[in-house]
């Protein structure tokens, strides 16, 4: 059923005469692209424009271009193309943010990834604050600029230019007019061979012919930085192939073309996705291993691939180019044996080289599955240990520019199943049976464990041992219920990447301690508490406050409009912000407490003999106190970690919970014991966050000492991936504030929180005073 433009009349009546011709004419494409909910988006983007007050002529634009961006992208990049108008009112003119929106489809075409126009979108805010003379002439030219870069070139050319020109205005509308030599110089350095976007349709007809099946691919960003593609990669069964290739050249030979480089890198990702049915299991195996496995894996699927299309062999071996002499690391090596097990023209007589030939040749039979690789590339890694050559993971990398980074087919914890059944992999799934009690009875005493069980019994009722002392067989021999792993990426610095699902953060049950140690805190901080009373009531809601200088508002401000009226009759240029609007001032925040609950906290407070722990539970019991006489939602979180694998989460009290007995029995029996991988616990609790309605969003951190794990060395791996974490819960409107009981802290928490978002406590003792003091300051 087609929805009308009639059912919108009431809304609509703000627009201009104009304005609601444009949209008339635009309703049909408009209903076939959007949907009842992005209509309302749509429409709500409209009005949204028109109240900025600059012109009939912007809205009309936003309202014919906007049905032409959401079909080439999906219709929830429309709010954000809004957002970014809105933010840039206040800093350029309508002009320039008409020619904006008329624009944006050229981008959205040229771009063809809904990520990277919202890229595209945060670099015209930037360049509008740092260039603003330079964007219209750069918009007034897009067709070219988009036609040589991509938007990592386009956004090194134009942070030159805005550089540069910084100051002379004239220079400044030149560059990026593409008037000047060195604008066309600068365009030309940043100028890649060949753009996704002029070859997709081409790839995606290749695919077909060879596999009879269509491919989904999207472009990737380059890396600002090192101005170089990211490698492809396999992601929820798209492939992403980097947004350009320049020309593959080869000393002494012909340049090969781009095109052919995406050919070769589309027909290897796409063998992965035909013939990988089963993923690979990463556990118990290191990372040599790995490696090793990694080449067996592209060898066989490509080799099957070949076998039905011998004409890739030629394709794919062209960008093999290390010579047999080559051998100073293990990544030279790899990169020799990927060559030989696709060339049987290469010649290499080393006997490793030789010895994965072999390998390969003898199991030719089982190319179908993937326990092949597996098989050979554990044993090969064994023997390329004989080398003792140390690997690096980092760097012992396979440098032939058509191959994916493998993420595809490793399975570890993370592998999602429910995703992958389209792709026709077997799901085997835990199956509860209801058992009499004498069936259970016959398995207890059996001494067969199975971790990962296809069936588990389930009794109607707890079974107690015929010695009845109260406690069930369960309570002695069952397991601690675990939640369900949720999976994290995490941010390695050192490539510049984010790492998918590399996380996992499970959810334990927390252990129940004694009410009267609750008790004896809040009786021994009466006083505090006491004190905290004025401060608290001082917070409470305070009615209705007026909002003045306002353009926009409910009434005039007689005050306002008078000064205003003595300007003009001075000649002056009166200020427009001459109405105010009547606020009801209530408190709207919810609060997150994540604790670091790692073996460190055990430690005891110097010259005291009571420990770290001992002082975050006196502080969580009176900012709990605090928070509940205001009556803000809150939560009080703890985590400590056991290699990236085992993050665990404990949840003390939700934020739908009162604070009541059973949530002071939680915090009175929490232990401190393994690591602090915090970016992960940041993420898991901005999860939670998020989902509250509140209009401000806090998480209290409280850590004595910095990110670290068991299976990290480089300290910086952690602090880098907690700072992404940090501004990824910044993006989603969580504040995130860090109180650090490390008196060292100064030299690496602002860097991680911001340099107004930590707070180091020197004197330890003090923290269940202090923690309610900055609570209140913070949600004032």
């Known amino acids: 059923m087609s929805i009308q433009l009639d059912e919108y009349e009431e809304e609509l009546g703000a627009l201009s005469e104009h304005s609601r011709e444009i949209l008339q004419a635009s309703w049909q494409e408009a209903s076939r692209v959007f949907s009842p909910r992005g209509l309302d988006m749509y ?17 009309s634009t936003f309202i014919q271009n906007a049905p032409g961006i959401a079909r080439t992208l999906g219709e929830d990049v429309i709010p954000d193309l809004v957002e970014s108008a809105l933010m840039m009112a206040s800093k350029t003119s309508g002009t320039v943010i008409e020619l904006v929106l008329a624009t944006a489809p050229t981008a959205a075409e040229r771009l063809g990834d809904a990520e990277l126009f919202k890229k595209y979108l945060l670099l015209l805010n930037n360049l509008v604050a740092t260039a603003p003379r330079g964007v219209r002439p750069m918009l007034e030219n897009l067709d070219t600029l988009f036609a040589h870069l991509t938007l990592g070139g386009l956004r090194r050319w134009s942070s030159w230019g805005a550089q540069v020109h910084r100051t002379n205005y004239a220079e400044q509308i030149r560059y990026f007019g593409l008037e000047s030599k060195e604008s066309l110089a600068m365009m030309q350095q940043e100028r890649k061979g060949t753009l996704f976007v002029d070859v997709q349709r081409r790839i995606n007809m290749y695919l077909r012919a060879l596999w009879a099946r269509d491919f989904f ?81 592209d060898a066989r699927v490509e080799q099957l691939a070949i076998n039905k299309f011998p004409g890739l062999r030629q394709v794919w071996s062209q960008f093999h180019t290390i010579p047999a002499t080559q051998g100073n690391t293990l990544g030279d090596y790899l990169n020799r044996i990927a060559r030989a097990l696709l060339d049987p023209k290469f010649v290499d007589d080393h006997p490793l080289v030789a010895r994965a030939r072999e390998l390969f040749a003898a199991e030719q039979h089982h190319l179908e599955d993937n326990q092949f690789s597996w098989d050979n590339g554990v044993i090969l890694a064994h023997e390329l240990m004989s080398l003792r050559i140390p690997f690096q993971q980092r760097t012992d990398v396979l440098t032939a520019p058509y191959r994916d980074d493998n993420r595809y087919f490793w399975a570890f914890e993370e592998f999602d199943f429910d995703k992958a059944a389209e792709a026709g992999y077997d799901k085997v799934q835990t199956v509860r049976k209801q058992v009499s009690v004498m069936e259970m009875v016959n398995e207890i005493d059996s001494e067969l464990i199975d971790d990962n069980p296809q069936e588990v019994w389930v009794l109607g009722t707890e079974l107690f041992p015929y010695e009845d002392h109260g406690i069930s067989y369960n309570e002695m021999e069952g397991k601690e219920p675990v939640s369900a792993p949720y999976h994290y990426s995490e941010w390695d610095y050192q490539i510049q990447h984010e ?140 985590f400590c970690s056991d290699g990236r694998h085992d993050v665990e989460y404990y949840r003390f009290k939700d934020f739908n919970e009162s604070y009541h007995d059973e949530a002071k029995a939680k915090l009175s029996g929490m232990t401190g014991q393994l690591s602090t991988r915090m970016g992960a616990a940041i993420r898991h609790a901005s999860h939670y966050l998020k989902q509250q309605r509140s209009t401000k969003k806090l998480m209290l951190v409280i850590t004595d000492g910095e990110p670290a794990d068991i299976d990290v060395r480089d300290p910086q791996y ?37 340099a107004r978002n930590y707070m180091v406590v020197d004197h330890v003792e003090r923290l269940p005073e202090k923690l309610p003091l900055l609570y209140a300051g913070l949600t004032r």
């Open 43 to 59: 429409l709500g983007g409209a009005l949204s424009l028109k109240n900025l007050g600059r012109g009939h002529e912007m809205v």
């Open 217 to 297: 691919m999207r472009p990737t960003s380059g890396d600002f930085e090192k101005r170089e593609g990211y490698k492809p990669y396999i992601e929820d069964y798209l492939l992403h192939l980097p947004d350009a290739y320049d020309d593959f050249v080869i000393e002494g030979q012909e340049p090969i073309s781009g095109l052919t480089l995406y050919r070769a890198a589309a027909a290897h990702a796409a063998a992965h996705v035909v013939y990988t049915q089963q993923p690979i299991s990463a556990e118990n195996l290191n990372n040599l291993q790995m490696a090793v496995i990694s080449v067996f894996e």
């Open 499 to 638: 790492r998918p699902s590399w996380a996992t953060v499970l959810e334990k049950r927390p252990k129940f301690g004694e009410l009267d140690l609750i008790d004896d805190i809040a009786a021994r901080y009466k006083r505090e508490i006491s004190r905290m009373k004025f401060l608290l009531d001082a917070m409470q809601p305070q009615g209705v406050q007026r909002i003045r200088k306002l353009e926009d508002g409910d009434e005039v401000d007689i005050n306002a409009a008078i000064r205003a009226m003595i300007d003009i009759r001075m000649g002056n240029q009166p200020d427009p912000r001459i109405m105010m609007r009547s606020v009801r001032k209530t408190r709207d925040i919810s609060v997150m407490v994540l604790l670091d609950l790692s073996e460190s906290t055990n430690d005891k407070v110097a010259g005291q003999d009571y420990t770290v722990l001992d002082l975050t539970r006196q502080a969580c019991v009176l900012l709990a106190d605090a928070i509940a006489k205001i009556g803000d939602p809150f939560a009080i979180h703890g």
């Open 718 to 754: 952690l602090r880098q991936d907690t700072k992404k974490a940090v501004e990824e819960a910044a993006r989603s409107g969580v504040i995130t504030y860090c109180m650090s009981l490390d008196p060292r802290a100064d030299q690496y928490v602002s860097r991680i929180f911001g």
